[in-house]
T-cell receptor
Framework: AQKVTQAQTEISVVEKEDVTLDCVYETRDTTYYLFWYKQPPSGELVFLIRRNSFDEQNEISGRYSWNFQKSTSSFNFTITASQVVDSAVYFCALSVADRGSTLGRLYFGRGTQLTVWP | EAQVTQNPRYLITVTGKKLTVTCSQNMNHEYMSWYRQDPGLGLRQIYYSMNVEVTDKGDVPEGYKVSRKEKRNFPLILESPSPNQTSLYFC?????????????FGPGTRLTVT
């Protein structure tokens, strides 16, 4: 069975602090994809990043960075020098792609509410 | 403008009264999905579709029906809504498989069943 755990329900930081959102996943498949989505207070869901299980390279995009570690089944998301506009709910998600998969299922974690105070 | 649209955006209904939430995308995407979002539970997939006339269950399909008669449309049908289906519903589409590519989400439909 596939599962995504975001243990941090809520995080509050003050602007300019760095913050890391944790994501731990469970799957027995060897081929899988990991995602992060952002849901700002306006409610829409926005894609941030996708990683496949064969690419453990960390990624950096501006103030955002992602650390993928298969050894600990984690795909953590770090925001450097946080800003008020980063306040949102962040979701981690998993899909599996081993033989027989339709590649249609996506498993989300319960989300982490990040609040950045000015 | 490339987008996923949902209608209605807000709906209050009574138990047992059949309803349909429409979803339409103008990006010629193959895959479409429906999710519900509940406090503390995150997003859970209800159904997804890989192409016209091809659909499959997600995590929480009970009480819902879908159809995909045209590529651009993927309506969600609640034949006999119950209060536990009160939720925020999102439709999404992607060019490639749901589990591989970036999904584009609609604005959401907030449904209340009394």
């Amino acid at each position: 069975a596939q599962k995504v755990t975001q243990a941090q329900t809520e995080i509050s930081v003050v602007e300019k602090e760095d913050v890391t959102l944790d994501c731990v996943y469970e799957t027995r498949d060897t081929t899988y994809y990991l995602f992060w989505y952002k849901q700002p207070p306006s409610g829409e869901l926005v894609f941030l990043i996708r990683r496949n299980s064969f690419d453990e390279q960390n990624e950096i995009s501006g103030r955002y960075s992602w650390n993928f570690q298969k050894s600990t089944s984690s795909f953590n998301f770090t925001i450097t020098a946080s800003q008020v506009v980063d306040s949102a709910v962040y979701f981690c998600a998993l899909s599996v792609a081993d033989r027989g998969s339709t590649l249609g299922r996506l498993y989300f974690g319960r989300g982490t509410q990040l609040t950045v105070w000015p | 403008e490339a987008q996923v649209t949902q209608n209605p955006r807000y709906l209050i209904t009574v138990t047992g009264k059949k309803l349909t939430v429409t979803c339409s995308q103008n990006m010629n995407h193959e895959y479409m999905s429906w999710y519900r979002q509940d406090p503390g539970l995150g997003l859970r997939q209800i159904y997804y579709s890989m192409n016209v006339e091809v659909t499959d269950k997600g995590d929480v399909p009970e009480g819902y029906k879908v159809s995909r008669k045209e590529k651009r449309n993927f309506p969600l049908i609640l034949e006999s809504p119950s209060p536990n289906q009160t939720s925020l519903y999102f439709c999404a589409s992607s060019l490639g498989p749901t589990g591989v590519g970036e999904q584009y989400f609609g604005p959401g439909t907030r449904l209340t069943v009394t």
